[in-house]
């Protein structure tokens, strides 16, 4: 800062600085009821309190060439600093401290200015230090993100953007499937919130790429520049759910630099976790400066794999078929967070073989997999019993891993679409295993299901009717009972890790 003034002796320095308390003091005495004076703070009000926060500076606020003595505030407090810059040739403590034409200069030319900006109200705006706090202040007196002048501390007002997480993909898309959220609620929970296949250099994708989460950022502030902050270097972000080359989004020190939102308002990132380990990560959206996390997503690795298998002509759909029990199950537990694949039984041939199979090897061998639960209705319930064989037959050439769960709903072998076998070989090396069944009539062709040694309910599993609910159960309906599907459902989700 240069300093270009005549007279700059201590007398005139006295003259200048009694001529602005003087200017100061009428002005103070003579302002509007109802403003705050020169000398006051201002005050603050937040969300569901009545305190008063403290001044500091914003993220990212201007230099106020106002106050020469830098505490926060215009006031009579600045009168002295500023005579000394502009007689005594003090130095200034900011750098443009009593410069207020911007002249590079501090002179007699700042003088009036310097007067009518003590004179003149601070303009007041919302103050967000959280998501959750705001306060009415100045936008030096700031500490966290200023909305600008004339916002208000409203509900809400500081959440101004958010991210939202998909549940895995399935080769190019979602099917067999909706497109669903991670809902609010489940978002930083470990268990529960968005699970992320590991894709490690040189994972086997048959379908396709389709390791990634689909991540979606909207902003109701498009003037305030956002970044994602990473507390794990496995997670990857791009542009593309493909990976094409030049899409991905670079950090430095774990932070993006400012994401380019289309309008202003949403993006769609993929995410990607390229380690291969099992781990933990969060994702923390923050305006451009890290003033505070507007929103928090805790990804963990899929350490299960869950293989539904419908019945005979049980063909998945979106949206799923009310009257396929297994869908319903297998749509319910997807939502809960884990990582399931439905499929036709026709997909599993009798030797247990097919791309059912060899989904489970490479989530094995690829994603490092541990836990498998396999469950089915009708010739689903035998394909169950052919993919559990096969699976301990090939454990030594797939990797480590055990089948923790395994269920059938009225089981029928499935060496052909025409065999009509009961199904009561439990599924060989299972943890634990749930049956259900009816007896067949002519009504159903006396297709049914049968006891299967050591099942739950013990000992053999569950004849439904012989419970009020399921008398008079058919081998088309047994699948569809609530007490059946809620069974699978709430037994699975305890013994397996998502």
Not at 329 to 340: E, I, K, M, S
Not at 427 to 445: C, E, I, K, M, R
Not at 471 to 486: C, N, P
């Amino acid at each position: 800062m240069n300093f270009n003034i005549l007279g700059g002796s201590p007398r005139f320095a006295a003259v200048v600085a009694g001529i602005l308390w003087v200017s100061a003091a009428v002005a103070h005495d003579s302002q509007v009821p109802g403003v705050n004076h020169i000398d006051e703070p201002p005050h603050t009000t937040a969300i569901g309190d009545d305190g008063v926060s403290a001044p500091a500076s914003s993220v990212g606020a201007p230099c106020d060439a106002c106050d020469t003595n830098c505490n926060g505030f215009r006031d009579t407090l600045d009168i002295e600093p500023f005579v000394d810059t502009l007689v005594l040739e003090a130095s200034a403590c900011s750098p443009c401290g009593g410069d207020l034409d911007a002249s590079g200069f501090v002179d007699g030319r700042d003088i009036q200015p310097f007067i009518d900006c003590l004179l003149a109200p601070q303009p007041i705006g919302a103050c967000c230090s959280d998501a959750q706090t705001c306060a009415l202040t100045t936008e030096q007196n700031c500490v966290g993100v200023w909305l600008g002048e004339g916002s208000a501390c409203q509900s809400g007002e500081c959440a101004f953007a958010g991210l939202t997480a998909y549940r895995p993909q399935h080769g190019t898309g979602y099917f067999p499937f909706a497109k669903t959220a991670v809902t609010e609620a489940d978002e930083e929970i470990a268990s529960t919130g968005p699970g992320i296949r590991i894709n490690a250099p040189g994972d086997s994708d048959p379908s396709g790429e389709d390791d990634l989460i689909e991540l979606f950022i909207e902003n109701d502030r498009p003037e305030i520049s956002l970044v994602l902050r990473r507390t794990n270097g496995a997670l990857r972000l791009w542009t593309t759910r493909t990976k094409l080359p030049g899409t991905e989004v670079a950090f430095t020190n774990d932070t993006t630099d400012a994401l380019v939102l289309t309008g202003g308002t949403s993006l769609t990132l993929w995410v990607e976790w390229a380690a291969a380990v099992h781990g933990a990560g969060d994702l923390r959206l923050e305006p451009l400066g890290g003033a505070y996390s507007l929103d928090t997503l805790r990804f963990h690795t899929f350490q299960s794999i869950v293989m539904a298998l419908g019945g005979e002509d049980q063909v998945p759909s979106v949206p799923v078929d009310p009257n396929n029990g297994t869908a319903v199950v297998a749509t319910a537990l997807y939502g809960r967070g884990y990582d399931v694949h439905l499929y036709d039984e026709d997909n599993v041939s009798p030797n247990g073989s097919g791309i059912v199979l060899n989904e489970v090897v490479t989530a094995v061998g690829s994603r490092l997999v541990d836990e498998v639960s396999i469950f089915g209705y009708s010739h689903g319930g035998g394909s169950t019993y052919d993919l559990a064989e096969r699976l301990d037959n090939d454990r030594p050439g797939i990797g480590l891993f055990e089948i923790e769960v395994t269920s059938y709903v009225d089981g029928v072998e499935n060496d052909s679409d025409f065999d009509v076998s009961q199904e009561r070989r439990r599924p060989p090396s299972t943890a634990y295993h749930a049956n259900h069944y009816q007896v067949g009539t002519l009504s159903d062709f006396f297709l049914d299901g049968g006891p299967v040694p050591s099942s739950d309910p013990p000992p053999s599993g569950l004849n439904v009717e012989t419970t009020p609910w399921g008398a008079g159960a058919t081998h088309f309906l047994v699948d569809d009972y609530v007490q059946v599907r809620s069974f699978i459902e709430s037994n699975l989700a305890t013994r397996l890790t998502p």
